[in-house]
Structure formats: structure tokens, C-alpha cells
């Protein structure tokens, strides 16, 4: 059996960062039948992404599929910027309103996944203290559960913080749920800190890219 390995990601890769982002959306689970669409998560917190910068996105090659990516962009002001002038009207025109109800009742509506999928100053609203100065790069990062505990999760962001650095960028942010405490664990063993803005409820946490 081959072992596990990053590589970059390309076209072909779409589908299945698609259905990553979906099986490790809810809190690093499964959210595959919670909202209406499971196209949903992927639309807001992967596939922007790998459209917008395709050049910072790897791939955890398992048994000929992607299973776990890494994300990116260098310059997240500008990735506002281009997401509402480029991202926002198709998001709007493919998911107009909430779809039927699915019983699962998530505690991230349909309605909130939705409004952030069209506010992309979000990413930025909360941030202060010069934090897009000294942290202007943000990432998503998910592996399924088969390549998880591996150290492949520190490798993947190894390679985008060496490819950061390469572009001068002097660091990387990235917020989670604060109910994943298994991602926290990890943010903290591979070196991330808290940032001023960060909160109990909103964690946000960054590293210098050298």
C-alpha cells in the first residue's frame, strides 16, 4: 500500500476538497446531510479558496483520492476584495435562500452559513491591533480521520508556511470552532498563539511564517 503524500493540488482535485470540507465541517466531523446542501460548506470554506489561489493549496494524496488539504491565501484583505466582486454573486445566484429543513437543527444555521457565504468582511471585521500587518495570510486545513494523527496536518502547514515566506508574506492566521478542542490541541503542539482579537468564542490563532 503506498504511503500517504502532499503534493499540489489541481483541477481534478475540486470534487474532493469539496467532499473533505463537508466530512469535517461539523466542529472536525461529519456535517454530510445537515444543511439542505452539502455543497454548502464546501462553497463558503474550501472552493472560494482553490479558485481564488490554486497555487497555495496541497493535497494529501490516500489510495489515488485527495483526503485532507491545506488552503490558502497570501493577502487576505485582497481576498475580500475579490471574493465580493467575484465570488458573492454566483454564491447569491446558487444558494438564494435556506432549503427544506433537515431536522438537524445546527447551532450554524443554514441562514448564518448563508450570510457568510455572501459577507466576506467577516474575515476581516474582527480583526485589530495590526493583526493584518503582521498576520496578512489565512488558512483552512482539514484531514479525513484515516490520515489524521500521522503528522501530516503539521506537514501540510509547513509546506504553505515555506511557500508564504518565499512571497515575503510574515505570517498566517486561522480561526476554528471553539468546540474542537482536538484542533486547538494540535494549533498549540505545532506552535500557533493567540491573537489580541481573539475570543473564547471566536479563537483566532497565528504564527509567523519563519
Known amino acids: 500500500m503506498t504511503e500517504p503524500f502532499i503534493r499540489p493540488y489541481s483541477a481534478a482535485d ?5 467532499d473533505i470540507c463537508v466530512r469535517t ?5 461529519d456535517a454530510r446531510g445537515v444543511y439542505s446542501s452539502d ?6 470554506y474550501a472552493l472560494p479558496y482553490v479558485e481564488h489561489s490554486p497555487d497555495l493549496a496541497w493535497v494529501v494524496e490516500h489510495e489515488g483520492r485527495a483526503a485532507g488539504y491545506i488552503i490558502g491565501v497570501a493577502d487576505t484583505q485582497a481576498f475580500v476584495d475579490w471574493w465580493a466582486r467575484e465570488w458573492t454573486p454566483g454564491f447569491v445566484a446558487r444558494h438564494p435562500a435556506p432549503g427544506p429543513a433537515t431536522g438537524r437543527n445546527p447551532s450554524y444555521t443554514e441562514a448564518q452559513l448563508l450570510h457568510d457565504g455572501a459577507d466576506p468582511e467577516r474575515m476581516v471585521r474582527g480583526l485589530r491591533h495590526g493583526e493584518l500587518t503582521t498576520h496578512p495570510a489565512h488558512l483552512h486545513i482539514d484531514l479525513l480521520p484515516v490520515l489524521q494523527r500521522r503528522g501530516l496536518g503539521s506537514r501540510l502547514i509547513d509546506t504553505l508556511r515555506g511557500a508564504l515566506a518565499e512571497r515575503g508574506v510574515p505570517g498566517v492566521h486561522l480561526g476554528y470552532a471553539a468546540e474542537n478542542t482536538a484542533a486547538r490541541l494540535f494549533y498549540d503542539r505545532y506552535g500557533f498563539t ?4 481573539s475570543t473564547p468564542q471566536a479563537p483566532l490563532v497565528g504564527i509567523p511564517t519563519t
Not at 475540486?14 to 469539496?18: I, P
Not at 493567540?194 to 482579537?197: C, E, G, N, Q
Request: without cysteine; negative net charge; hydrophobic residues 60%.
Open 14 to 18: 475540486r470534487a474532493d476538497v469539496a
Open 25 to 29: 465541517a461539523a466542529a472536525g466531523g
Open 39 to 44: 455543497l454548502l460548506m464546501p462553497d463558503v
Open 194 to 197: 493567540a491573537l489580541p482579537s
